[in-house]
């Protein structure tokens, strides 16, 4: 990659604001990143479902408040929670992995 010196990589700046890899600062911001997936992923799918916040709440026995909430990196999710999100309120069902 050809470097220009008004711009910084997406990889480099993250170095630069969060620490590099290994690091507390970093750890901090990658799992903070990840809980930002899961309510992208969520309302994400919502929306491909056709529903509003208010009727995924009322399918998988939660409020609009806690899925605005989840959609929004507000608040932390039980795998309980999530599973009856995922399977009552959206048809799906929930995959994990352990990468190392």
Same mark, same amino acid.
Request: hydrophobic content about 35%.
């Given at each position: 990659? #050809?470097? %220009?010196?008004?711009? @910084? ?13 290994? @690091? ?10 990840? %809980?930002? *997936? ?8 919502? +929306? ?13 026995? %939660?409020? #609009?408040?806690?899925?605005?909430? &989840?959609?929004?990196?507000? *608040?932390?999710?039980?795998?309980? @929670? &999530? +599973? ?9 069902? &929930?995959?994990?992995?352990? #990468?190392?």
């Amino acid at each position: 990659m #050809k470097a %220009t010196k008004n711009l @910084t990589s997406l990889s480099d700046f993250i170095d630069q604001e969060h620490g590099a890899p290994g @690091t507390k600062a970093r750890e901090e911001f990658e799992a903070g990143y990840e %809980t930002f *997936k899961l309510g992208v992923l969520l309302q994400r799918a919502r +929306q491909a479902k056709g529903l509003a916040q208010a009727q995924l709440a009322e399918l998988s026995g %939660t409020d #609009k408040s806690y899925i605005s909430k &989840l959609e929004n990196d507000l *608040k932390d999710v039980r795998l309980s @929670t &999530l +599973q009856r999100i995922i399977a009552d309120g959206l048809g799906g069902h &929930l995959e994990f992995s352990i #990468k190392f």
